[in-house]
């Protein structure tokens, strides 16, 4: 028999070790839209938006959206929208349940639902996590990238839009036709002053759209930037079947995250906000800073394990972190080609943030796989590495390191592992990518020249630059003739 089905009903029967929603479900109002409704938003902002709850706040209910796929409304709208975060750390498990979503709706089946959902005049934020990809920009320059599918699509169907920039534009047409005040747009995606890039999209389109809305958009709308942090792999069956064993009741879809949570948000919320200070979030001015070490520094590190990693035949980040010259690699990479590029925020402890980060890393009980964080690197490289191979070109440095984590990106786009076996290579440019390596065949001089040519990810300066090709094109010759373990181990020079 299958266990009944987790619900308000049944939030009373759940152990008492088991944390769950302490206020009235039923008196919270929507005042949150979040677009991207996936495991690292329910397991970050919907968690410090439920503190807020918990403290009687009880404006800040979220509405999350899917974009794309039907499934998180599947797994949630069941169960009355809750789910639980299992946070696994050495010292065990720790479950919450979490009633911050009060329902997910699907973009797709009925995008008027959604833009009428944003345009309420109760909700006064709309954030995002859409993934790199989800901007429709383009990562080297971080503006709107106008021939994009999506954008011609949304700009043809205003009404019906498909992207994250377009929902964003049409509810606050609606909204400003209404006499509504603007909603606040937070992106909680890993990018460079995420809030400018969304600015940036946004006030395009809108512009595109018809220029004097574009113009209110620019004067109206608050983009704050921020940080985000928490480590969140996808969640298994075996996770799911451990919350049900431990709650008693099935849970379609909890998330695991680390210990480990992190938020740094500017203060510009001029239609207010939660009080997510008391539930651990930073309100600083100096986001940009932190989001550059944290991109640089984590996403660097984790973007490099991963396709060594991957390479090497480590299923996991933990796994990759055991052998040892990938370990050291990593820290090297921080020490000496990260760190001096950096501008440190006002009382952060470098020192102390890298050793977590390797702490981290080395989590045994999370299982985030290699493949899933080699995902969209065309989006993904600019930020995590390449901003900091410029930094260090431009001050005469060696970059020795970051040209081994993007020559092992080239070397996986090729699509063939060092057994043999096909990668399922994953990336909005996928296409190109597979055209691209398949004419460079295994000449490392021809693939750096095709894929460094990709100008949205490399731009127009570092291609031209034998300081970058030449140690990149170097790595990844030993990649091919030596694999990815004795590269590292001789890169690692152990
Ligand atoms: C990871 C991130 O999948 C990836 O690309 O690098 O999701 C990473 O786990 C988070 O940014 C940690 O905050």
Same mark, same amino acid.
């Given at each position: 028999m299958t266990a009944p089905r987790l619900s308000d009903a049944a939030l009373a029967g759940l152990p008492a070790s088991v944390a769950k929603p302490a206020y009235d479900r039923a008196q919270v109002k929507k005042g949150i839209v979040h677009l991207g409704i996936g495991a690292f938003h329910r397991a970050h902002m919907a968690v410090c938006t439920e503190h807020a709850l918990a403290a009687g706040d009880l404006r800040w209910g979220i509405l999350g959206a899917s974009l794309r796929s039907p499934d998180t409304r599947d797994a949630l709208n069941p169960q009355d929208g809750l789910y639980t975060v299992a946070v696994k750390g050495p010292e065990g498990t720790r479950l919450q349940t979490v009633g911050a979503i009060a329902k997910v709706l699907v973009a797709p089946e009925d995008p008027d639902a959604l833009i009428a959902a944003m345009a309420a005049p109760d909700v006064r934020i709309v954030s995002l996590t859409v993934t790199e990809k989800g901007y429709c920009h383009d990562p080297a320059t971080r503006r709107l990238k106008e021939d994009h599918a999506d954008v011609v699509h949304d700009l043809e169907n205003p009404h019906a839009p498909r992207s994250a920039p377009g929902f964003i534009v049409a509810a606050l047409h609606r909204r400003r036709a209404a006499g509504v005040p603007a909603f606040t747009v937070l992106s909680c995606d890993n990018l460079p002053s995420n809030g400018k890039t969304v600015r940036n999209v946004v006030t395009r389109l809108a512009a595109l759209r018809d220029a004097a809305f574009g113009r209110w958009v620019e004067e109206n709308v608050a983009f704050p930037c921020t940080m985000v942090d928490r480590?969140? *792999?996808?969640?298994?069956? @075996?996770?799911?079947?451990?919350?049900?064993?431990?709650?008693?009741?099935? #849970?379609?879809?909890?998330?695991?995250?680390?210990? &480990?949570?992190?938020?740094?948000?500017? #203060?510009? &919320?001029?239609?207010?906000?939660? #009080?997510?200070?008391?539930?651990?979030?930073?309100?600083?001015?100096?986001?940009?800073?932190?989001? +550059?070490?944290?991109?640089?520094?984590?996403?660097?590190?984790?973007?490099?394990?991963?396709?060594? =990693? %991957? /390479?090497?035949?480590?299923?996991?980040?933990?796994?990759?972190?055991?052998?040892?010259?990938? @370990?050291? /690699?990593?820290?090297?990479?921080?020490?000496?080609?990260?760190? *001096?590029? /950096?501008?440190?925020?006002?009382?952060?402890?470098?020192?102390?943030?890298? #050793?977590?980060?390797?702490?981290? %890393?080395?989590?045994?009980? !999370?299982?985030?796989?290699?493949?899933?964080?080699?995902?969209?690197?065309?989006?993904?490289?600019?930020?995590?590495?390449?901003?900091?191979?410029?930094?260090?070109?431009?001050?005469?440095?060696?970059?020795?390191?970051?040209?081994?984590?993007?020559? +092992?990106?080239? $070397?996986?786009?090729? =699509?063939?592992?060092?057994?043999?076996?096909?990668?399922?290579?994953?990336?909005?440019?996928?296409?190109?990518?597979?055209? !691209?390596?398949?004419?460079?065949?295994?000449? *490392?001089?021809?693939?750096?020249?095709?894929?460094?040519?990709?100008?949205?990810?490399?731009?127009?300066?570092?291609?031209?630059? *034998?300081? &970058?090709?030449?140690?990149?094109?170097?790595?990844?010759?030993?990649?091919?003739?030596?694999?990815?373990?004795?590269?590292? $181990?001789?890169?690692?020079?152990?």
């Open positions: 480590i969140v *792999p996808a969640t298994t069956d @075996a996770d799911r079947a451990a919350v049900a064993a431990a709650l008693g009741v099935t #849970d379609a879809w909890p998330v695991t995250a680390e210990p &480990f949570t992190q938020w740094v948000i500017e #203060d510009a &919320f001029p239609m207010g906000r939660p #009080d997510w200070a008391a539930a651990g979030a930073v309100f600083s001015a100096e986001v940009d800073a932190y989001e +550059a070490m944290k991109l640089r520094l984590l996403n660097g590190a984790h973007s490099t394990l991963a396709y060594l =990693g %991957f /390479l090497a035949g480590r299923e996991t980040v933990a796994d990759a972190m055991k052998d040892e010259g990938l @370990a050291r /690699l990593v820290r090297g990479l921080m020490d000496e080609e990260v760190t *001096p590029t /950096l501008a440190v925020p006002e009382g952060a402890d470098l020192d102390a943030y890298k #050793d977590s980060l390797i702490e981290r %890393f080395r989590n045994p009980e !999370l299982r985030h796989r290699t493949w899933q964080i080699a995902m969209d690197g065309t989006q993904k490289l600019p930020q995590r590495l390449l901003g900091t191979a410029r930094d260090r070109l431009a001050a005469c440095g060696a970059i020795d390191r970051i040209a081994l984590g993007v020559a +092992a990106w080239m $070397r996986y786009v090729t =699509g063939t592992d060092e057994t043999g076996a096909p990668i399922d290579v994953r990336d909005p440019l996928a296409d190109e990518l597979k055209r !691209l390596t398949a004419a460079a065949g295994r000449d *490392p001089e021809r693939i750096v020249a095709a894929l460094a040519g990709i100008e949205q990810v490399f731009g127009t300066d570092l291609p031209k630059d *034998p300081r &970058f090709t030449g140690p990149v094109t170097a790595a990844l010759r030993s990649l091919f003739e030596k694999g990815a373990q004795e590269t590292v $181990r001789i890169a690692a020079r152990l």
